[in-house]
């Protein structure tokens, strides 16, 4: 008995290939098309190759609009024929050259190597190079595997197969008239009636083998936009600045916090949340949600990445827009999470399960709650809380406003992996009186008194948070450095990180970034050479 096996390896692995290149092509325009005001208009404004003059003139107003129609239009179709293995030849052709487009806007080699890349510091190779090179193989392989091509090229009613004589009464059956050891369609059997509808049947369940994988692929996609919504970091949908990384002075040192190593300077959440201290100007908040939709918070989050930044402080209601961004860039940033506890569920502390859950590194108690709870002499809970933490294996924190509740803690022995305090000084013009500053006050009641707390200076006693942070062998991460915008970085940076600070956690829209790296690392330079800093580093 001859031996068949279903599948042919060789076309097996050709065919997982275009199928693969082919659902990548297909995503990214599906997606654009859901995105509905996608543009590569940014994308090509900041392209920074040889070729940049050329992409420019696309990125015009005039042209923008073709150009978007015809790159959404090539991916959708080029992936779909890839995928299905239709006219196969042709969609590899164009996919070749569409990649060919993408690769020399930004080349991996020159000065568009010197502003850095999407996926790391590669030198004429990247992902794009490698794609394009399989598509060619593919061009020019006499096989593209299994596919409609081949459907089309193998079916019965093809005009070299006749039909058979010997059938039974009302029915036809079609086999090859081609010799049997020398036609590919029959794999070698004999051309019976049996063996030729079965065959026929084997083909065509080969080559249409891309139907149902199309299917699956399809419905996991949509339930995970469903899940998460339209992926925002398809293919040129986000941009960032490249012409702005050029500026970077140099790389962030880091510093080391339990077993995590961190860049010393650290993006602030409240921006991206959405939570503006703004004194008296009521619409900041909502001009800050305004401005960072989840596209331009993911475009910041990409830049602060790749100007060095590896760390951000975020509040608890921002875990899940994390999770998404970690999940679709498979970006490598830590993520600290401020948690309090859950007065409303019987296990207080489910705040902490639930930033495990959603993959944060690292937890902290959030400033207002330890306050509140040394206030109220609640220190079980404060004990409890970094136990809970350390329980599920990830370095604890502890924030504070009022300085007296780090001293306080301390002194009970309640110890974190590390201090996140308000450090800044209070020589500017909105900061209220020294003698009518009080414990506890921040996040409270806010005065209609101009001499009083209203949402104002954050640090209310920084000679004596000066001399705990100088006193501690913890770690201390110094928060609102600029007393939210009232103070240049300049300034800032140089207080808290001369006067102790280990790290700086800012809040930073994306065209601030690139400035305060360099502002970190000017400051840096002048604290080793002026020796103004007391304390050894953590």
């Given at each position: 008995m001859l031996k068949h096996n279903f599948f042919s390896w060789e076309k097996t692995l050709v065919t997982l290939l275009r199928m693969a290149i082919g659902w990548h092509f297909l995503y990214?325009?599906?997606?654009?098309?859901?995105?509905?005001?996608?543009?590569?208009q940014s994308y090509l404004a900041n392209t920074s190759g040889f070729l940049s003059p050329f992409y420019h003139c696309l990125a015009s107003s005039s042209a923008i609009g073709v150009v978007d129609w015809l790159n959404i239009i090539g991916l959708t179709v080029i992936g779909l024929a890839l995928f299905m293995g239709f006219f196969t030849?042709?969609?590899?052709?164009?996919?070749?050259?569409?990649?060919?487009?993408?690769?020399?806007?930004?080349?991996?080699f020159g000065v568009s190597l010197a502003m850095g890349v999407h996926d790391g510091s590669v030198f004429v190779v990247d992902k794009l190079f490698i794609e394009a090179t399989a598509l060619a193989f593919l061009f020019f392989s006499k096989d593209n595997g299994y596919g409609l091509d081949a459907l089309i090229k193998n079916t019965t009613f093809h005009p070299d197969k006749v039909q058979n004589p010997a059938k039974d009464e009302g029915q036809t059956t079609f086999v090859s008239a081609v010799n049997p050891a020398k036609d590919e369609a029959?794999?070698?059997?004999?051309?019976?009636?049996?063996?030729?509808?079965?065959?026929?049947?084997?083909?065509?369940?080969?080559?249409?083998?891309?139907?149902?994988?199309?299917?699956?692929?399809?419905?996991?996609?949509?339930?995970?936009?469903?899940?998460?919504?339209?992926?925002?970091?398809s293919g040129a949908t986000v941009q960032v600045?490249?012409?702005?990384?050029?500026?970077?002075?140099?790389?962030?040192?880091?510093?080391?916090?339990?077993?995590?190593?961190?860049?010393?300077?650290?993006?602030?959440?409240?921006?991206?949340?959405?939570?503006?201290?703004?004194?008296?100007?009521?619409?900041?908040?909502?001009?800050?949600?305004?401005?960072?939709?989840?596209?331009?918070?993911?475009?910041?989050?990409?830049?602060?990445?790749?100007?060095?930044?590896?760390?951000?402080?975020?509040?608890?209601?921002?875990?899940?827009?994390?999770?998404?961004?970690?999940?679709?860039?498979?970006?490598?940033?830590?993520?600290?999470?401020?948690?309090?506890?859950?007065?409303?569920?019987?296990?207080?502390?489910?705040?902490?399960?639930?930033a495990v859950d959603h993959g944060m590194d690292i937890i902290q108690l959030q400033g207002?709650?330890?306050?509140?709870?040394?206030?109220?002499?609640?220190?079980?809970?404060?004990?409890?809380?970094?136990?809970?933490?350390?329980?599920?294996?990830?370095?604890?924190?502890?924030g504070a406003h009022t300085i007296d509740s780090l001293i306080i803690c301390e002194e009970k022995g309640?110890?974190?992996?590390?201090?996140?305090?308000?450090?800044?000084?209070?020589?500017y013009w909105s900061a209220h009186p020294r003698e009518n500053r009080r414990p506890f006050e921040i996040d409270t009641m806010q005065s209609s008194d101009h001499n009083m707390f209203h949402d104002n200076c954050f640090c209310p006693f920084p000679d004596r948070t000066v001399e705990f942070v100088n006193?501690?062998?913890?770690?201390?991460?110094?928060?609102?450095?600029?007393?939210?915008?009232?103070?240049?970085?300049?300034?800032?940076?140089?207080?808290?990180?001369?006067?102790?600070?280990?790290?700086?956690?800012?809040?930073?829209?994306?065209?601030?970034?690139?400035?305060?790296?360099?502002?970190?690392?000017?400051?840096?330079?002048?604290?080793?050479?002026?020796?103004?800093?007391?304390?050894?580093?953590?």
């Open positions: 990214e325009g599906v997606a654009k098309i859901i995105a509905g005001n996608w543009s590569s030849r042709w969609a590899t052709l164009g996919g070749v050259c569409l990649l060919t487009l993408y690769y020399f806007a930004y080349p991996p029959t794999d070698g059997f004999t051309p019976s009636e049996a063996t030729g509808k079965l065959h026929t049947r084997r083909e065509a369940l080969k080559n249409l083998i891309s139907l149902p994988v199309l299917g699956g692929l399809g419905v996991s996609a949509y339930f995970t936009g469903k899940q998460y919504g339209v992926d925002a970091m600045n490249r012409l702005a990384l050029s500026d970077l002075k140099g790389e962030l040192p880091k510093g080391k916090i339990g077993n995590h190593q961190l860049s010393r300077l650290i993006m602030g959440g409240n921006l991206i949340g959405g939570w503006a201290h703004a004194r008296d100007l009521l619409y900041a908040g909502s001009l800050f949600k305004a401005y960072n939709t989840e596209k331009k918070v993911f475009e910041t989050l990409m830049l602060g990445e790749q100007a060095g930044i590896n760390c951000i402080n975020i509040g608890y209601p921002t875990m899940a827009m994390m999770k998404k961004y970690k999940k679709v860039t498979g970006s490598k940033i830590k993520v600290i999470v401020q948690v309090g506890l859950d007065e409303n569920n019987k296990d207080i502390y489910d705040n902490v399960t639930q207002n709650w330890c306050d509140w709870l040394v206030r109220d002499g609640r220190f079980d809970n404060i004990a409890a809380l970094l136990e809970r933490i350390r329980s599920h294996g990830l370095t604890a924190g502890m309640i110890l974190p992996d590390y201090y996140m305090k308000t450090m800044h000084h209070d020589n006193s501690t062998k913890i770690p201390v991460m110094g928060f609102k450095v600029l007393a939210a915008g009232a103070i240049a970085p300049e300034d800032g940076f140089k207080w808290a990180l001369g006067n102790g600070a280990d790290f700086i956690c800012v809040g930073m829209f994306d065209f601030q970034i690139v400035h305060d790296v360099n502002v970190c690392l000017d400051t840096l330079a002048a604290i080793e050479m002026e020796k103004i800093r007391k304390r050894p580093w953590a």
